[in-house]
């Protein structure tokens, strides 16, 4: 039997018959390489491509899921069929609004330097028997004066002689249209005159000092034109009045006016009872309302205040004015845009140290001011800073 494997081994060798093989299937090999390459990148690049689309859709996923967080569902299952019963969206975060600046920031008047380095864009401190100006900064800026407004809306009200025990009632006109702001006097309210004229002093109540402008004889724009004429009267030339409440930004005055008006609502002893009230009840709808001063010192510090008000809209910022007696002497105090809740008495309290070490003095009285001086009172401020430090002014 002819065998080939015996045949090809004598011909070529076992040596030779190897190598002819291997070199074949190394050819084969070579042929084959670049298909089998092709389709394992074409592959390879698939997958690659698979993952990063399904990277990108993961990330987008979250993402989205954190900007706006998703809604949470309760479901049952009722015969076979799955039913939504509850429904409510996750919270959503607010996005931030910064404060709006008042209209003395916006004018520059907070980078104002001053002695006692108060927190307030305007003051201004006045001798009231002898009306020396004792201490000033900005006093003739026009700013709005916020809640300051109800002191001219007292006198208006005092002045008309209408009888204190009048029922007035609150009313839907009385609704807060310029700053939506809220009010505990619901409407249906009924109280005296008194009451009213009472509640926007010591309190504050917008509401309470709407009702006194629209109850005047000819409504809300002949109290506004009485307003106007007291302050002409009283030589209030930098003062404008468009409510009966202050919650308008239109309502404005300088410090040298408002001590003005401080002086003259000084006068009554009316307004300085009422302005100066710790606290009050009333009842409203038959329930007992209590109400307290607005003015902390008032409240709970050891002033010998004899008249007070504060005030406050965005466009004002914080405001104070006081009649007080420090170091035996009468001083009117006015405190406009104050930066923080607590700083504009927090400014009075650094005025009032720094006037209890100036030595007393008996000065003649002399004229209102018509324009302030230069000076910052008698003796520079600066020195008592040190010992203002120390008791946390």
């Known amino acids: 039997m002819f065998r080939t494997e015996s045949f090809m081994s004598r011909l070529f060798g076992l040596s030779q018959l190897t190598a002819l093989a291997t070199t074949a299937l190394v050819s084969v090999a070579l042929m084959a390489a670049p298909a089998a390459y092709a389709a394992t990148k074409s592959t390879a690049t698939k997958s690659s491509a698979k993952k990063t689309e399904k990277s990108a859709k993961s990330s987008q996923k979250s993402a989205s899921a954190k900007a706006t967080p998703s809604a949470r569902k309760v479901i049952v299952v009722k015969n076979g069929k799955r039913t939504v019963v509850a429904s409510s969206a996750a919270p959503v975060r607010a996005a931030f609004v910064p404060a709006k600046p008042s209209l003395a920031e916006a004018m520059g008047l907070r980078d104002t330097d001053d002695a006692l380095s108060l927190?307030?864009?305007?003051?201004?401190?006045?001798?009231?028997?002898?009306?020396?100006?004792?201490?000033q900064k900005n006093p003739t800026a026009v700013l709005p004066i916020a809640s300051i407004t109800k002191?001219?809306?007292?006198?208006?009200?005092?002045?008309?002689?209408?009888?204190?025990?009048?029922?007035?009632?609150?009313?839907?006109?009385?609704?807060?249209?310029?700053?939506?702001?809220?009010?505990?006097?619901?409407?249906?309210?009924?109280?005296?005159?008194?009451?009213?004229?009472?509640?926007?002093?010591?309190?504050?109540?917008?509401?309470?000092?709407?009702?006194?402008?629209?109850?005047?004889?000819?409504?809300?724009?002949?109290?506004?034109?009485?307003?106007?004429?007291?302050?002409?009267?009283?030589?209030?030339?930098?003062?404008?009045?468009?409510d009966s409440s202050g919650l308008s930004s239109s309502n404005v005055s300088s410090a040298m006016d408002l001590a003005r008006l401080v002086n003259a609502a000084y006068r009554n002893p009316t307004i300085r009872e009422f302005s100066?009230?710790?606290?009050?009840?009333?009842?409203?709808?038959?329930?007992?309302?209590?109400?307290?001063?607005?003015?902390?010192?008032?409240?709970?510090?050891?002033?010998?205040i004899g008249l007070q008000k504060t005030g406050y809209i965005s466009e004002a910022g914080q405001c104070l004015v006081m009649q007080t007696r420090v170091n035996d002497r009468n001083v009117v105090m006015v405190f406009l845009d104050s930066v923080g809740k607590l700083s504009r008495f927090a400014d009075a309290t650094r005025v009032r140290t720094w006037l209890e070490h100036q030595p007393a003095t008996q000065a003649q009285?002399?004229?209102?001011?018509?324009?302030?001086?230069?000076?910052?009172?008698?003796?520079?401020?600066?020195?008592?800073?040190?010992?203002?430090?120390?008791?946390?002014?």
């Open 151 to 242: 002191l001219m809306t007292a006198l208006v009200v005092m002045d008309s002689k209408l009888p204190m025990d009048e029922m007035l009632t609150v009313s839907e006109d009385d609704r807060d249209t310029e700053k939506h702001s809220s009010s505990r006097l619901r409407f249906g309210t009924t109280l005296t005159r008194h009451e009213m004229l009472l509640l926007a002093l010591m309190s504050s109540e917008n509401r309470a000092a709407s009702v006194l402008g629209r109850s005047y004889p000819g409504g809300l724009p002949a109290f506004v034109g009485a307003m106007n004429k007291k302050a002409r009267e009283l030589g209030m030339n930098d003062s404008h009045f468009v």
């Open 276 to 304: 100066t009230q710790t606290e009050h009840e009333v009842n409203v709808l038959g329930r007992t309302q209590h109400y307290v001063s607005t003015n902390r010192l008032v409240r709970g510090g050891n002033w010998e």
């Open 365 to 393: 009285p002399r004229p209102f001011p018509t324009s302030p001086n230069l000076t910052q009172g008698p003796k520079s401020p600066a020195a008592i800073l040190v010992s203002q430090q120390s008791h946390g002014t």
């Open 119 to 135: 927190r307030s864009s305007v003051a201004l401190v006045l001798d009231q028997n002898t009306n020396e100006v004792l201490f």
